[in-house]
């Protein structure tokens, strides 16, 4: 794992190029230090480890609550999910670094310690709900910075598949798999409000409830004007939602599936215009009360018709909602909600966190929870940190090219210096990105 000089390594092209490992000296995660920056600007995870219950009474303990949950968090952001690189990453000396503690001066913890900690430690009861609520403290806290005048929820579910006899697998009829079934809450920053694994076969609605209460009540209490939204696709169609949103003063707007009736109400609509079709789709819209059997009163119905160009039928969409205003702007909103799916996507792609291979259910939970924090820490650092110029940076983008920056540490008597490679990401944009995170960290916190 350190130096390794007599096993140099040699290449065939050139025989006076040799390759050495020096685990303990060099990185190739240099950039977890400007998460591990944000991290500690908005004191993160300082604050998570105290909410977690210790169960060492020892007074020689090796690693904190916080470093643990730090490294298994940090771990996750630099691609490296599964336990047994625990091993090879506890000499790191970025990992090292950003872990905190003890593990400055020698290791972080090993496969075995963090195995311990993510399967018998965090899976307790009291430990797994405070991990759960983690991922919407850490908004909170982000927004007595940043504070907002509304809030926009987006709720859907997700695949994650299954493999062998593991807890809680089982086939879906919709996603043709045997899988998981989660169920995600995003805001309109992308930021990811709460998350819940289920089984795999129950419907896309199921234990809505446990989700979207525990957000809603986190904003129940905003000052006067607060504005609150709420989207949903047609899994979420349901009256008990419905009446859910409007006792908490929510305006929504959910994909409806269609029905006959429905269907009679846009007839006029239904003819295909004459003349030859543009290159672009003619829209209509029109918007109607409507109340299905289920339903305790009539609600706003919005339907969209678009016919296409070398298409025979048009393409027909129904949304129930109670916000005002023109049918179209109502659309328009609704269209916002593919934000999540792609917030869904960036976390299968970027974090891989689909990738939950333990047998027992709960502990599968437990890796669902951290890989949102993960999510979470390094979409705040791409919307509070990331200069104009990158912006645009996917969270995959981020890692391939942020975090994965080599990296060599050299110690000087009172200072640790990391000599950073200078190639995907020069000079000029790490010092914006640390100057915007020094300007989180001077603002004052603010009451939500």
Not at 65 to 71: C, D, H, I, S, V
Request: charge should be positive.
């Amino acid at each position: 794992m350190g130096e390794a000089r007599k096993d140099a390594l040699k290449v065939g092209f050139d025989g006076s190029v040799r390759l050495e490992f020096h685990g303990a000296t060099v990185s190739s995660d240099g950039g977890l230090l400007a998460y591990r920056d944000v991290d500690g600007a908005l004191a993160l995870t300082a604050s998570a480890g105290a909410m977690l219950s210790e169960w060492r009474t020892g007074t020689n303990i090796r690693h904190s609550m916080t470093a643990l949950l730090r490294q298994s968090i940090y771990s996750r952001l630099a691609g490296y999910d599964d336990l047994n690189d625990a091993d090879r990453l506890c000499v790191d000396p970025v990992m090292r670094q950003v872990v905190g503690g003890r593990a400055t001066e020698k290791q972080a913890a090993s496969t075995s310690q963090m195995a311990h900690f993510e399967t018998a430690v965090l899976t307790r009861p009291d430990n797994l709900k405070a991990l759960m609520d983690l991922s919407g403290k850490w908004i909170e806290q982000v927004q007595q910075r940043r504070p907002t005048d509304r809030i926009i929820l987006d709720l859907d579910s997700s695949v994650s598949e299954t493999h062998g006899q593991q807890e809680g697998s089982a086939y879906n009829g919709y996603f043709e798999c045997t899988c998981y079934h989660p169920l995600f809450c995003f805001n309109q920053d992308g930021d990811l409000e709460r998350a819940l694994l289920r089984n795999g076969n129950v419907s896309s609605a199921d234990d809505w409830r446990s989700v979207l209460e525990t957000v809603v009540a986190r904003y129940r209490h905003r000052p006067l004007g607060f504005k609150r939204f709420f989207r949903g696709d047609a899994g979420f169609a349901k009256p008990e939602v419905y009446g859910f949103l409007e006792i908490e003063g929510y305006h929504y707007a959910i994909r409806l599936p269609a029905n006959d009736v429905l269907h009679r109400e846009i007839q006029h609509l239904m003819t295909r215009p004459v003349g030859r079709p543009p290159v672009k789709p003619i829209v209509l819209y029109h918007d109607f009360p409507y109340r299905a059997a289920t339903w305790d009163k009539a609600r706003r119905v919005v339907a969209k018709v678009e016919w296409h160009k070398d298409e025979l039928f048009p393409r027909v969409g129904f949304i129930v909602t109670n916000m005002g205003g023109g049918a179209a702007p109502v659309t328009w909103f609704y269209n916002g909600r593919g934000t999540a799916e792609q917030c869904i996507k960036e976390g299968k792609l970027a974090l891989n966190w689909t990738r939950l291979s333990c047998h027992d259910f709960v502990d599968n939970q437990v890796r669902l929870q951290l890989f949102a924090l993960a999510y979470n820490l390094s979409n705040f650092l791409r919307r509070l940190a990331l200069p104009t110029s990158v912006k645009h940076w996917t969270l995959t983008t981020l890692r391939d090219k942020l975090i994965k920056i080599g990296a060599k540490v050299v110690h000087h008597a009172r200072r640790v210096v990391f000599q950073l490679a200078e190639v995907a990401i020069p000079r000029p944009v790490l010092a914006a990105i640390l100057r915007r995170i020094e300007h989180l960290r001077a603002l004052t916190p603010k009451l939500t």
